[in-house]
């Protein structure tokens, strides 16, 4: 494989979507090679090993810039000519930066990857465009204190995910919670490398209202939305906040008001300058009629957004991705829904209490049958003792027949698609 042109995948722990993009590059002809972290157990070789051209895995559990470095150098003393870089875990995106600058592909710079992923320069920056109304702080202990009502605003950190720390205000014990939040997401071995250093917490307005992703390309500067999927199934557990199930499109409003929810969304990227790639936008739109941004993450988002985007539009983020760090934008055809009408999309995904041993796992169809499913876990498995979303599985509803609302019913029903019994 190796007299193909190659391709870094960065990957966390041997995960992280790696089955996915290796067949994305192979389809385009080109050979994947994979860096890795060193998996928080051993689970033996992956089973895609045999699809990549190399599998570099490193002593840590979490990649650096000099593990880039190393590799890169070795790759080229071998003759092997990369054409970019691509991973899907957020922690690495700097990392994949920092490479494809080394490659020369086209990406963003670590420094606009920085600001997108530090939430409270990017919500400065907004503010400054006018295009958030929303009051963000650094975190202290004096202004915790000072809060009138703590209810109506949000702590999270500066630079996180898994939405480990992020709660309401008036849900912290007291002003030293954050610090022991990170001190315990610190020792966290399947997020090593994620939360390091000085913690680094904010407080913002709470944001009301229905949240919804928007599934973003951008090539030169334009700006294309491919789905809009809304957050059916919010619920806090915990430290964190667990987003259970989503439908695209939306059906909590019209076509009107997604409209305008693409139209923010497009101006908030060229105010943050956001000229390449794949993004995973969160915005609620709120009760006063006016769309808030949440978040922007530059990268594809998780669970089963990839092929619920793909199902709905026809478009492989993944692909779309690699096609813009090659510079071929056009590349291979990205697809089509199944037939002339947008597919209506539902996933949900299931989650697993802390600590406890599992027993079981039993799946349970419905009315509808599932398009596509995935286990993370196996029986005798003990989760992790932690404060964040623990991944048990996830399943997608193709629901184009159930007409354009979601039936209450059918999304209680889900809710029993993937039982998990545990030991006592």
Same mark, same amino acid.
């Given at each position: 494989?190796?007299?193909?042109?190659?391709?870094?995948?960065?990957?966390?722990?041997?995960?992280?979507?790696?089955?996915?993009?290796? *067949?994305?590059?192979?389809?385009?002809?080109?050979?994947? %090679?994979?860096?890795?972290?060193?998996?928080?157990?051993?689970?033996?070789?992956?089973?895609?090993?045999?699809?990549?051209?190399?599998?570099?895995?490193?002593?840590?559990?979490?990649?650096?810039?000099?593990?880039?470095?190393?590799?890169?150098?070795?790759?080229?003393?071998?003759?092997?000519?990369?054409?970019?870089?691509?991973?899907?875990?957020?922690? %690495?995106?700097?990392?994949?930066?920092?490479?494809?600058?080394?490659?020369?592909?086209?990406?963003?710079?670590?420094?606009?990857?920085?600001?997108?992923?530090?939430?409270?320069?990017?919500?400065?920056?907004?503010?400054?465009?006018?295009?958030?109304?929303?009051?963000?702080?650094?975190? +202290?202990?004096?202004?915790?204190?000072?809060?009138?009502?703590?209810?109506? %605003?949000?702590?999270?950190?500066?630079?996180?995910?898994?939405?480990?720390?992020?709660?309401?205000?008036?849900?912290? *014990?007291?002003?030293? /919670?954050?610090?022991?939040?990170?001190?315990?997401?610190?020792? &966290?071995?399947? %997020?090593?490398?994620?939360? /390091?250093?000085?913690?680094?917490?904010?407080?913002?307005?709470?944001?009301?209202?229905?949240?919804?992703?928007?599934?973003?390309?951008?090539?030169?500067?334009?700006?294309?939305?491919?789905?809009?999927? /809304?957050?059916?199934?919010?619920?806090?557990?915990?430290?964190?906040?667990?987003?259970?199930?989503?439908?695209?499109?939306?059906?909590?409003?019209?076509?009107?008001?997604?409209?305008?929810?693409? +139209?923010?969304?497009?101006?908030?990227?060229?105010?943050?300058?956001?000229?390449?790639?794949?993004?995973?936008?969160?915005?609620?739109?709120?009760?006063?009629?006016?769309?808030?941004?949440?978040?922007?993450?530059?990268?594809?988002?998780?669970?089963?957004?990839?092929?619920?985007?793909?199902?709905?539009?026809?478009?492989?983020?993944?692909?779309?991705?690699?096609?813009?760090?090659?510079? +071929?934008?056009?590349?291979?055809?990205?697809?089509?829904?199944?037939? *002339?009408?947008?597919?209506?999309?539902?996933?949900?995904?299931?989650?697993?209490?802390?600590?406890?041993?599992?027993?079981?796992?039993?799946?349970?169809?419905?009315?509808?049958?599932?398009?596509?499913?995935?286990?993370?876990?196996?029986?005798?498995?003990?989760?992790? &003792?932690?404060?964040?979303?623990?991944?048990?599985?996830?399943?997608?509803? +193709?629901?184009?027949?159930?007409?354009?609302?979601?039936?209450? *019913?059918?999304?209680?029903?889900? /809710?029993?698609?993937?039982?998990?019994?545990?030991?006592?």
């Amino acid at each position: 494989m190796t007299g193909n042109p190659g391709f870094l995948i960065l990957s966390h722990q041997l995960k992280t979507m790696v089955p996915s993009l290796v *067949d994305a590059l192979r389809r385009r002809g080109i050979t994947p %090679y994979v860096l890795s972290s060193r998996p928080a157990q051993d689970t033996g070789a992956p089973d895609w090993r045999p699809q990549v051209a190399a599998l570099h895995v490193t002593a840590d559990h979490a990649l650096r810039h000099a593990d880039i470095d190393a590799l890169l150098a070795r790759l080229s003393a071998e003759g092997v000519r990369l054409l970019g870089c691509i991973s899907v875990w957020d922690a %690495y995106r700097e990392l994949m930066a920092h490479a494809n600058r080394l490659i020369g592909a086209g990406d963003l710079t670590e420094q606009s990857v920085c600001l997108l992923r530090d939430k409270l320069a990017m919500r400065e920056r907004l503010r400054e465009h006018g295009l958030s109304q929303v009051g963000a702080w650094p975190f +202290d202990a004096r202004r915790f204190a000072a809060l009138g009502d703590p209810s109506r %605003y949000f702590v999270k950190p500066r630079t996180g995910f898994a939405s480990l720390g992020a709660l309401r205000a008036d849900r912290l *014990d007291d002003a030293a /919670e954050p610090q022991r939040l990170w001190d315990r997401a610190a020792r &966290d071995v399947a %997020y090593a490398g994620a939360f /390091e250093g000085t913690p680094a917490f904010l407080i913002e307005e709470f944001i009301d209202g229905v949240e919804c992703s928007f599934e973003v390309s951008v090539e030169q500067g334009s700006v294309t939305v491919h789905a809009v999927h /809304e957050k059916v199934d919010l619920r806090a557990a915990g430290r964190t906040v667990l987003e259970n199930a989503c439908v695209c499109p939306p059906t909590s409003f019209g076509a009107a008001v997604v409209a305008r929810g693409v +139209d923010h969304v497009t101006l908030v990227l060229k105010a943050l300058a956001v000229d390449t790639g794949v993004f995973h936008v969160e915005a609620r739109h709120t009760s006063a009629g006016a769309w808030e941004i949440v978040e922007v993450n530059p990268r594809v988002g998780g669970a089963c957004i990839v092929p619920s985007t793909r199902l709905h539009s026809g478009v492989d983020l993944l692909g779309r991705w690699i096609d813009l760090l090659l510079g +071929d934008a056009a590349g291979p055809p990205a697809g089509e829904p199944a037939d *002339d009408r947008m597919r209506r999309t539902f996933f949900r995904v299931f989650f697993g209490e802390p600590g406890r041993r599992v027993a079981g796992l039993t799946r349970r169809p419905g009315r509808i049958g599932v398009v596509e499913d995935r286990v993370f876990v196996h029986e005798d498995d003990t989760l992790p &003792d932690v404060d964040r979303e623990i991944f048990v599985g996830q399943a997608l509803w +193709d629901v184009t027949d159930l007409g354009p609302d979601l039936p209450a *019913d059918f999304v209680v029903e889900t /809710e029993s698609y993937l039982e998990i019994g545990y030991r006592s």
